[in-house]
């Protein structure tokens, strides 16, 4: 088992009870980082961690939003590729993702993704995500995102720690417990306690297994 493990999330409602519950159950001693909702906070503070101090592992949790029906809120999930939904340009008042001008065509891009190359966690489902500077709450938006990208979820920050630890080849993992819909106007439809609390089953487990 991996020891040095650096556990970041956006928020410490997020992880509140986890670094207790995995040395519980694990013995492991977790660091945690919280970095703050949104790609800027997540680049800047798990970058300034990372060329500090050196870190087995680094992994990312928190919760996420569901394209898809086969996702209900608090289902667990690992993030296997990610992207910046919001990077482009409109012309003629359509958007033109980053990716079709050329904004994403050099490391730690593969294509439009920013990509994890290492061995899947065992018992999750691996999915696609895009990461969003306002969280989609129109079917204008949900739809070009979906036209573009077909992901399965989107994350405030996912694509930030994929950019940072690709960039300084720092092994990680993402994972997200679903807490809403992406659906027009769903605030009342958002189980943030049901998604915490999935991923508070889930990751001592996870971490057995590294």
Known sequence: MKTRILLVAATNQEIASLPAMIRNQTGVCPEVLITGIGVAATVFHLTQRLQ???????????????????????????VRRDTFAALGAERSGAF?????????????????WLEQTTTPLPGLGCVT?????????????????????????????????????????????EIRAISNPVAPDNRVQWEIPRAIRALEASIPKLLTSL
């Open 52 to 78: 500090t101090q050196a870190c087995d592992l680094v992994l990312h949790i928190g919760v996420a939003g569901s394209f898809q029906p086969s996702y209900p809120p608090g289902t667990v999930l690992q």
């Open 96 to 112: 033109i993702p980053g990716f079709r001008l050329g904004f994403c065509n050099a490391h730690p891009f593969t294509g439009p």
């Open 129 to 173: 995500g895009v990461t969003v500077d306002t969280v989609s709450g129109s079917e204008p938006t949900i739809s070009r995102i979906c036209r573009e990208f077909n992901p399965d979820i989107e994350t405030m920050e996912s694509a930030a720690l994929f950019y940072v630890c690709l960039s300084l080849s720092q092994p990680f993992h």
